[in-house]
């Protein structure tokens, strides 16, 4: 379990800074030219240098040890949560004419291109936290919505700036928010099968412990009883065939004590007792093993971006078609 952690908290690592100059090398990290606003959030200036286990950390002055609940890996996750917002992106793109011809009808011509109205997609940034057992497991998850849909674009290879809300309508993200949702809950869904799966095998040794501690508790009373009660009926028995008064009071004696202590165990109700204990260790393990999901959304951002008319000639006849410059589609 502790790889699973180490490598997940390099992937959360490297998908925050993803922005950032990063140098991997030598088990290694090297982070520079990260936003002044970590920077200040953090009280530390970059570069960092983030190590993954202790003998590097030992040979690597000024290092970053990254582990389950180091401040580095809590610092990002505060940040996140803190700088939750919505922000608006304009994409500077032109038609790609070589993949606009293709899409074309044969024999047709380009007469005119120009814009015409602007179409615009959703992005929203979640942080998801799984923790089980002594585990912590943290991911950022990115989700694109565009009309309802998951929309798959590689959107790192698109270029954007800060946007005018007044170049766009007014948009409701609600919508787009909740199929975002429905999106991580499937994504997460598959992440998590191996972990219930552990969890489901853990709890089940658990459980078969617990059981079987308390079925030997009971065995062992009910023998203890059984016991006291085989004594009482052998100390009665030598009792009848007893003559002398001095020997008759010593096995009178030792039934009264059999007698008391078959009593108090009678009387502690000692299989409610221990099936009561049984019930809470029981009902400790379960909750002991089960996985808590936090979904936060840590950043909701609108790209928009011109759509075009295109103006076409076909066989002498024009005709005009809508283009999607971002999507590479005529409409």
């Known amino acids: ?59 690597t002055r000024d290092s970053e040890l990254i582990m389950q609940g180091s401040y580095f890996l809590l610092s990002i996750r505060d940040y996140l949560i803190d700088k939750g917002q919505t922000s608006l992106q304009k994409i500077n793109v032109q038609p790609d004419l070589t993949v606009l011809n293709k899409s074309l009808p044969n024999h047709s011509k380009i007469l005119e291109i120009k814009e015409d109205g602007v179409d615009f997609f959703s992005e929203f940034y979640f942080l998801s936290v799984y923790q089980y057992l002594n585990e912590k497991k943290q991911s950022i998850g990115r989700i694109l919505v565009k009309n309802k849909d998951i929309l798959e674009l590689n959107i790192d290879r698109i270029k954007s700036r800060a946007g005018n809300r007044d170049e766009i309508p007014a948009i409701d993200l609600k919508d787009a928010y909740r199929i975002a949702m429905a999106q991580l809950e499937e994504r997460a869904g598959k992440e998590i099968k191996p972990i219930k799966l552990l969890l489901k095998e ?96 840590i950043n909701a951002t609108i790209f928009y971006y011109p759509l075009y008319e295109i103006l076409i000639s076909v066989k002498g006849k024009n005709r005009s078609l809508k283009y999607n410059p971002v999507l590479n589609r005529v409409l």
């Open 1 to 59: 379990m502790i790889k699973i952690e180490k490598d997940n908290s390099k992937e959360f690592i490297l998908e925050f800074f993803r922005e950032a100059n990063i140098v991997d090398k030598n088990g290694v990290l090297t982070i520079s030219e990260v936003p002044k606003a970590f920077e200040d959030f953090i009280g530390k200036k970059a570069p960092y240098k983030l190590v993954f286990d202790i003998k590097t950390h030992s040979r």
């Open 202 to 297: 853990k709890l089940e040794r658990e459980l078969k412990r617990v059981k079987e501690h308390y079925v030997k508790q009971i065995r062992e009373k009910d023998e203890e009883v059984e016991t006291c009660e085989r004594k009482i009926k052998l100390l009665q028995s030598k009792l009848r065939h007893t003559y002398y008064q001095r020997d008759m009071d010593i096995l009178e004696m030792q039934i009264r004590e059999s007698r008391e202590r078959l009593e108090k165990l009678k009387k502690k109700g000692y299989r409610e007792r221990l099936k009561k204990e049984e019930t809470f260790h029981i009902d400790d393990e379960v909750e002991k093993h089960v996985l808590s999901i936090k979904n936060s959304l």
